[in-house]
């Protein structure tokens, strides 16, 4: 069979889209990305909390606690700046499964856009999305510690990104393979307190609980927020937390892709 | 061309739909007509490949919808019966980014296109509102209007006029014949009896997964023996039997739905003292009385032995 469509009915005003898988996954990402700049006030009002939370509640803390060798404000700034992206890219799966719940998936899965392309795109919507709204925090906290090495930058961002594209791929895995609204909940939030608190984000490993401490340094929020640090305070490169990191994003990415054509396959209510 | 062979979709223990076999010709406007639930929505998406079937096939253009999801895909557009937009966005760039997605077309066709329909439908001076901020019948409008700038090679409308008003009805009608008239494929599902016998050029109807009758909307009024349909009303029809009035050879089928009885025959007008008077010697007390031409509704009536409410 002719792998270009048969126009039997001479329909000739209507290109058929024929497009490049690229372009496909950046439209379908920019969708996501531009709901965000709809609501620009969300990213003010997170900003304006997430300053408050760093200049009151951060500061505080801070000049309770004297570790040796450790600039606790600087560790919370950068940390908090990590956990508020892994908090942000969970966002994703709420959308999509708002959006099955409401049929605006049945609509979406009629574009004529293939379903790896459909899935990768919403991925990296998700997380670009993140990213966009954790720019004025990372730019506070680059401002107030001089962080202004462009590499290290890079590198801290890179992480973010890889920390974003893997967490939203956890989110896709949980919106389609959790079919109760409650339990969608539930499961997502206890995932978030777990990758998050659970991490080295806000407090440094050897404080924790001997509990979470166990696996607090596989957190891919850990991994993120020691590969920043170590990039932006210690200007050196934290590879093995970077390759953590990167096989988070391929097995949620995968794992996300198999529920996801698995749930399709099905029907979304079959 | 489109062809369903005996298609089926089984959700759990139901069957959604079962054995549907249609061809639909290029080009033509077909109607799918049968109630909330008929199984019309899900034969759409099976076309839609939203959904698989689970047995039998479906082929668009020569394109099976399981082997060449993708190539399907690019043939067809479907507008929901419940509107499927961001709500955040509004109208303009609802339609802007559906065409961006489903077409080639640069940014000024895109523009000059959306511009259009939205003239058309009345919404221009609404491009800006947020969706989730319009009234149902300007958010049904932009659903339908996705379809409308698409220009697909197959057009698919779910209930295209449900919640619109008279004007706007009429409007997304003719909007929809033009479709056609410029080449798309066009299928309406439908559960209104006149959007079905104006806007179809030949209606399937479906009923509980099952295609019940295709035909022409003339034709399947054909297929009613007498052409004519006595409504009666009666004060209380739990004693009626359709016995008591097919004795008369004119009359080829009596129907009974509560007090209402619906009766098919020749020659109305010259039977009805007769009826009249039978019913009266029964010990039935009529209380209203209508003659009719032969409707969509009474074919539906006939094929299903429902109403479509």
Known sequence: MSSSPTLGNGLSKTAIAEKSPTHLIVQMALRDVSVLFRTPWIIITRALAFIIQLFVFAFLISGLIHIPGLNFFEYYAVGSVVATIASISFVIGYDIFEEAEEGVLDYLLTLPIPRREFIIGRALGGAMRAIIYTIPMFLIVAFVWGFTQPLSILTALLALFLLAFGVTGMSITVAVSVKSANRFDVVLALLELAVSRGSTALYPITFMPFYVSLFAPFSPVSFAADTARMSLVGFTLDLPALAGLVAFVVIFLGLGAAFYFRRLEGGIYG | ?????????????????????????????????????????????MMGTVYRPTSGTITVNGFDVVKHPNEVRRLIGIAFQDPRVDGILSGFEVLNWHLKMTTTLDKDERRRRVEEALKALDLWDSRKKRTWLMSGGMKKKVEDAKILVQRPSIAVFDEPTAFLDVPSRLLVWKMIRQLRDEGSTVIVATNMMDEAERLSERVAIVNKGKLVASETPEQLKGTVKGGEVLELTL???????????????????????????????????????????????????????????????????????????
């Open chain 2, 235 to 309: 004060d209380d029809g739990s004693e009626f039997r359709p016995d008591m009035l097919t004795k008369f050879p004119e009359i080829h089928d009596v129907k009974k739905q509560d007090n209402k009885i619906l009766v098919f025959l020749n020659s109305g007008t010259l039977l009805l003292p007769k009826i009249v008077d039978t019913l009266n010697t029964q010990g039935f007390k009529i209380e209203s009385v209508k003659l009719k031409e032969v409707s969509l509704e009474d074919v539906f009536l006939t094929y299903t032995g429902q109403r479509l409410e």
């Open chain 2, 1 to 45: 061309m489109i062809t369903f062979e005996r298609t089926g979709k089984r959700f759990g223990s139901l069957d959604a739909v079962k054995d549907f076999s249609i061809t639909i010709k290029d080009g033509e406007i077909l109607g799918l007509l049968g109630p909330n639930g008929a199984g019309k929505t899900t034969l759409m998406l």
